[in-house]
């Protein structure tokens, strides 16, 4: 008798190999490309789909597996990115990239609340976190693939080419126009010591409904983005300016008391979660320059949620 593993020619199933080596590893890049751990997730079904739909001989004949299935996730994403941003042009207010908790808190809510295998999700490191993945939007879906695969998943210029459909030297200004982007639109973190004590003191304020603290711990000409999704209540549009900001975040706690405020990793770095009656109802990703918060992301669409939410 055989298994899948153990084939009746005593070699390995390339095609049980493949996804044993790859899948952390398309879950990684999906999401950086896509800015959507569903999205991703989407991908890399679909990219197993076309390897399955080829013959054994098919698959055989492929040299690296593992490459096979980078080259038709990257296109398969790249298709989607060229489609996500028509979808975006009539989604109701702001959209954000859908946060991610870290790894030792991941919670599967498709499957009922069992704890999912880290290995299918995301390794949080600076590519991830809210800052640069809100610069990746304003990339074009080009730029965007060639910048994440040569700069995060360091893959030549060539392979780029391949999968782009392009020049090396085209990939190569198009990951220098992307470099440029990142250069312009960020500024260097704070140490995330730092990060964890500012956001901490923010939680406190925000509790204490305390405008002045609120106030102080944001730059004067801070931005306060929320994504609701037109499925719950969000601001529709980027509060501006810390006074503006801090009164906001006020009426917000006295429309619905009774908040639990927690300190989570959001994207790797310190963010906050709030809890009604137990349910997560909001994640918030900080940018913290110097001292200050210079932008917040407050996550409220219920559909982006979902890893943050038990049964």
């Not at 030549?156 to 020049?167: D, K, L, N, P, Q």
């Not at 983005?225 to 209540?233: F, N």
Request: aromatic share 6%.
């Amino acid at each position: 008798m055989t298994t899948p593993s153990d084939p009746a020619d005593g070699r390995l199933d390339p095609s049980l190999s493949a996804i044993t080596r790859e899948r952390r590893q398309l879950i990684n890049l999906a999401y950086r490309l896509l800015g959507s751990l569903a999205d991703a997730e989407d991908v890399v079904q679909e990219t197993y789909a076309r390897w399955y739909a080829m013959s054994r001989r098919q698959q055989e004949a492929i040299e690296s597996p593992g490459a096979w299935l980078t080259r038709v996730a990257s296109r398969v994403c790249l298709d989607l990115l060229g489609s996500a941003r028509a979808r975006r042009e009539s989604y109701v207010g702001e959209w954000i990239p859908e946060p991610l908790p870290d790894r030792t808190e991941w919670i599967d809510g498709r499957s009922g609340g069992s704890t999912a295998d880290p290995a299918d999700r995301v390794t949080l490191d600076e590519s991830v976190n809210m800052a640069f993945l809100v610069v990746l939007e304003a990339m074009t879906p080009a730029e965007r693939v060639a910048f994440i695969l040569h700069d995060v998943f360091r893959y030549s210029f060539a392979e780029v080419a391949e999968i782009v459909g392009r020049t090396p030297a085209a990939c190569r200004q198009l990951a220098s126009s992307a470099r440029r982007r990142i250069r312009v639109s960020q500024a260097p973190a704070a140490p995330a010591a730092r990060q964890a004590g500012i956001v901490r003191d923010f939680k406190h304020a925000w509790e204490a409904k305390d405008i002045g603290a609120l106030v102080g711990l944001l730059a004067p000409d801070a931005t306060g983005i929320a994504d609701g999704g037109g499925l719950v209540s969000a601001v529709l549009h980027p509060v501006e300016g810390s006074e503006r900001i801090a009164r906001t975040l006020v009426d917000i706690a006295d429309l619905v008391p009774g908040l639990t405020i927690l300190e989570r990793t959001v994207n790797g770095q310190p963010g906050l979660v709030a809890q009604h009656d137990g349910v997560t109802v909001v994640v918030m990703a900080f940018d913290v320059v110097g001292d200050r918060i210079k932008r917040f992301w407050a996550v409220r669409n219920p559909e982006k949620l979902r890893p943050w939410t038990a049964a």
